[in-house]
């Protein structure tokens, strides 16, 4: 603790800082963080061990480890609009959209995402992972109506960030229960009985294998316990629907008011940030009440205006969806015909497995050598436990390229 001391005249001499506590004495028992580099060293005896791995501008590396899955991050038409964005409004938003953030910008991508999803409205956010808290913990928040807690139910291999909003949403008093994977009865027993609200959580494409859930089953189950239906679509928009609207967008569920959908902008879009499309009145509700919203800087200009053009891009060309998908098959196709474990995909994701979490790192390794890029999955990533080289197909590869990473995969598999 500091006090100032400004001597006998202020007037006379400058303001200074005194200390008015002596330093204090060390820690009996060590530093209170020793338990970090315990937790490490477990990390590295198990091989989970992570490190930041920056690339290169120039580096020739075939990429199949990214989310781009259009091909849009170097369109250039979507960079260009990127750097006139960033010209026109700034490098950043200047603050929450509810204080200096917002720009007209926003308001343009917000309406041309609805459109094209054939929702009411959007709301942009910073991130996927912050649009997601956002539509997860705004629609369970305790209201004054609730004669017992809201309850949630959700898919068990949901992404981290759906996670993470149930865990707030179970801090704020929620009932939280999972059901097995893609099983739509296990969520209806789960749903049944009792009064109070509910919500029915799951990933449209699963991040892991690539796989799309049954969303007329979850929709069927939602209404018959009068549950709100919540799909996170980060990885479907873009890629699956008619014209790559993603997994709801286009359909009658879409445009349903009791239907909410998350996407993100990183991944099709080559951008950044996070949306949620629904109703007139849940987009306001989030306005007002989502923290992530309220208390987050706005998404920047440049990624706003970059996502704006990828979306137009997409409407343009719609044939980049089944492009991806297309490629998406012929990878898993021919690796399975080389007799490598690898999933069925829905979308533009197809992961392979691998014996352990340290032969995943060492398969991935050997693949970067050989130039080729690809993701590498493990504890606690991977919900099953089980390790994966996790590949994103792309609309712009050609057979070339698929044949180059069908024989560096096949070359370098473990054993």
Known sequence: ?????????????????????????????????????????????????????????SDDLLD???????????????????AESAHTWGAGAGGSRLVTGDTELHGELERELAEFHGSEAALV??????????????????????????????????????????????????????FRHGDAEHAAELLRGGPGRRLLLSDTV????????????LAGVARTHRAALLLDDAHGLGVVGPGGRGAVGGTPL?????????????????????????????????????????????????AAGAALAALRVLRAEPERAEAARSR???????????????????????????????????????CGKDGVRVGCFRPPSVPDGRSRLRLTARATLDNTDIRRVLDVITTNRPG
């Open 64 to 82: 199949l480890a990214g989310n781009d899955y259009l091909g849009l991050m170097r369109h250039p038409a979507v960079v260009a609009a990127a």
């Open 328 to 366: 998406a098959r012929e990878l898993s196709e021919g690796l399975r015909e080389r007799g490598l474990d690898a999933s069925d995909p829905d979308a533009a994701v197809v992961s392979v497995l691998a014996p352990s979490p340290e032969e995943a790192l060492a398969w991935r390794a050997a």
């Open 254 to 302: 879409g445009g349903a008011d009791d239907v909410v959908v998350s996407v993100t902008l990183s991944k099709s879009l080559g951008s950044q940030g996070g949306a949620v499309l629904g109703s007139r009145r849940v987009i306001r509700h989030l306005v007002e009440t989502a923290r992530t919203f309220v208390f987050d800087t706005g998404l920047a200009p440049a």
């Open 125 to 178: 956010f910073s991130s996927g992972y912050a649009a997601n808290l956002a539509m997860v913990t705004a629609l369970v928040a305790p209201a004054t109506e609730d004669v017992e807690p809201p309850l949630v139910v959700c898919d068990q291999y949901n992404h981290a960030s759906l996670i993470d909003a149930t865990r707030l949403a179970k801090a704020s008093g929620a009932r939280v229960a999972v």
């Open 1 to 57: 603790m500091e006090r100032l001391d400004t001597g006998t005249s202020t007037a006379h001499r400058p303001w200074t800082l005194r200390a008015t506590r002596p330093e204090p004495e060390p820690l009996p028992e060590g530093h209170p963080l020793d338990w970090l580099d315990r937790a490490a060293e477990g990390r590295a005896r198990a091989g989970l061990t992570r490190r930041t791995v920056p690339r290169s501008p």
């Open 206 to 217: 699963f991040s892991v294998d690539g796989d799309l859930t049954d969303i007329r089953s």
